[in-house]
């Protein structure tokens, strides 16, 4: 009788503990999150069990990268500094133990004065692409913009897209998904003089051809673009012209990441590298922040001298490399 007492009063001991451990590990797990927010070099533990590959996401190392591809400047067709850039991304995917493919192409410009320049994408992938039944592309563009006055460093745009599918990709590489992934650094973004239809985007365009080619194109069961995402004051635009449901992931994803005001409700129409993938039917996505400047609405950093390496951050880079990858296993 007294022996089963002890033992009752044993198992109530045993479920209080267990109850207040229960209440005390969730208060760890916030408590970690929270501070992964304020510092990016802690992983959110409820994001390892998410997906490894998000968790092992590093801003500072994304920023060195960032700060490489800003030394090159400028990198617009044409100069030096793009070849080089071309040049970092093959030997860092290689030191990586990645293999990098370059795609060659001539882009026709409108412009009778530039003619025809020579520039190439590179891509890598993470699984087997071509065997596969499906694969995911994550893309963004690492050329420069010509610009009137000052240098483009373009330390966001282009350089921090750059750095990211570098640490994607390597992340990938030690975590990887089911489905194949293939990375792909685009050239020629940007407009060689004015934005317009005709100049602008060739290497997505270009791009697009070649997997028809190859009959790659209808298995990209989804593509996510990256641009101007390394922005330290970061707010991403809900675009528009992306596919609806790989823009619900996204925000899927920062919200279960705690990252409640990184979509903030700004909408806009955006034209990038992900629009040649939508007009032939592929689900497409891009991430971006086109509120580049002091304040909330104000892009004024964009596409000057401005868009250099005070106003990109590290944080920023994780929290975007996180949300990346944790909405493609939404997908
Ligand atoms: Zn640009």
Redesign the pocket.
């Known amino acids: 009788m007294f022996k089963s007492i002890i033992k009752k009063i044993q198992m109530l001991f045993f479920i209080m503990l267990l109850s207040a451990c229960a209440v005390n590990c969730s208060k760890n797990s916030d408590s970690i999150l929270k501070e992964s927010n304020q510092n990016v070099i802690k992983i959110p533990l409820e994001l390892s069990r998410k997906s490894e590959a998000a968790a092992c996401i590093n801003g500072d190392r994304a920023l060195e990268y960032v700060k490489k591809i800003v030394s090159f400047a400028p990198r617009h067709a044409g100069t030096p500094g793009l070849e080089d850039t071309r040049k970092y991304i093959e030997t860092t995917l290689s030191s990586l133990d990645l293999t990098p493919v370059r795609d060659n192409f001539i882009a026709h410009t409108p412009d009778k004065k530039i003619g025809d320049v020579e520039l190439a994408n590179i891509y890598t992938d993470i699984g087997d692409v071509k065997n596969s039944d499906g694969f995911f592309i994550l893309s963004g563009?690492f050329d420069g913009?010509i610009i009137e006055s000052g240098t483009f460093y373009?330390a966001n745009?282009?350089g921090s897209s750059t750095a990211l599918l570098i640490e994607m990709a390597a992340c990938l590489k030690k975590h990887p998904l089911k489905v194949p992934v293939r990375v792909v650094f685009f050239d020629g973004?940007?407009a060689l003089v004015k934005w317009t239809d005709s100049d602008s985007l060739y290497g997505s365009k270009h791009y697009v051809s070649y997997l028809a080619e190859q009959g790659l194109l209808k298995k990209i069961k989804g593509l996510i673009n990256v641009?101007?995402i390394g922005d330290s004051n970061l707010r991403y635009t809900v675009d528009t012209n992306s596919n609806p449901q790989i823009m619900n992931a996204l925000m899927d994803s920062a919200g279960e990441l705690h990252y409640d005001d990184l979509f903030v409700g700004r909408r806009g129409a955006i034209g990038d590298d992900h629009i040649p993938f939508v007009e032939m039917g592929v689900p497409a996505a891009v991430l971006i922040d086109f509120n580049f400047g002091p304040g909330f609405s104000s892009n004024s950093y964009?596409?000057t001298s401005q868009d250099n390496l005070s106003h990109v951050s590290a944080k920023s880079l994780a929290q975007t490399g996180q949300v990346v990858l944790l909405s493609l296993t939404k997908l």
């Open positions: 563009h913009k373009g745009d282009g973004e940007e641009d101007m964009w596409h």
